[in-house]
């Protein structure tokens, strides 16, 4: 058992901001990531709107955080958080993944949320094989193939231009009528030749052998059916239909809404004395990495705060 004053559970922006704040006051913080840190910006091939830098790729901007959150001397660890519960005495305990448990006297959920499933028959089973959710990470298998995004918001736009850098053809297939992702983007997908938006149009079934190879197409309206057919190389489908709270792990504390998302005060404080929240997690009307950056400073100011009162 490892005994830490403060954990922060995640190592996205807003882990990586309440490290940094909490190591400028000299917090002993230790900082767990379920894979890489960095979070969805590992994600992001470019990042546009995050101020002081006009282009960055995402995995640049996690480095520079990561960077500064090391130098300033948090622990970053691999480590995957199961259960978090308050003990009687107001300390915090999680279990990992691997038999590990950390006791902590604060804990800040900065867990993310992940990619959600579309829903269509043989996703699961075709994942690497066709189906995937994440272009900068799989985008380069599809070199010269057709690809298709599902999905009108502004995931799959930036998913959508990325592939159309490198894919023969992008289809988007939007079930509505319109898109839902930003006017900036709407205008970039109009802008590039080989982006076609269907719209109306949801992914009933993938099908194949070795990777995908057809497509059942759904009309919304009439509910008629169609199949894509390509030859053996296969096609790509790319799904951003919105993302999901990683809070399982805090299902025992009673702070999350009917949602998922963890309720917070603006002092991102949630109903659990010592345990705070901040990005992609919280409930919150805006879920962007200069968002989640404030979140983090704020908790970590909120946790400082706390464990000084508590000593
Ligand atoms: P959104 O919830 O904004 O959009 C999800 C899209 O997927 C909608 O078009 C939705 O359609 C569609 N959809 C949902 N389920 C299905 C399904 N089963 N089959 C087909 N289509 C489906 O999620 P995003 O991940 O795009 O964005 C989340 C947040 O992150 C937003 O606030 C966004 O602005 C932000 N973001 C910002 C970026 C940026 O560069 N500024 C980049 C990426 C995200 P419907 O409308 O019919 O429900």
Known sequence: MQDVDLLVVGAGPAGLSAAIYARRALLDVHLLEREAAGGQMLL???????????????????????????????????????????????????????????????VIAAMGARARQAGFEGEAQFVGRGVSYCSTCDGMFYRNKHVFV??????????????????????????KDHLAASKNHVQDLMAEPRITVSYGKVLRAVGGTERVTRLVLADVATGRTENLDFDENGCGVFVAVGRDPATESLARLDVLGTDGYVITDERMATSVPGLYAAGDVRSKSLRQIVTACSDGAIAAESAIDYLRSSR
Do not use: W
């Open 150 to 175: 599902i999905g009108g918001g502004d995931s799959a736009a930036v998913e959508a231009l990325h592939l159309a850098g490198i894919a023969s053809g992008v289809t988007m297939l939007v079930r």
């Open 44 to 106: 992001t091939p470019r990042v546009d709107n995050y101020p002081g830098f006009a282009k960055v790729a995402g995995y640049e901007l996690a480095d520079y955080m990561q960077g500064q959150a090391r130098d300033l001397g948090a622990r970053i660890a691999t480590g995957d958080v199961e259960t978090i519960d308050r003990l009687a005495n107001g300390d915090f305990l999680c279990r990992l993944s691997d038999d590990n448990a950390i006791r902590s006297k604060a």
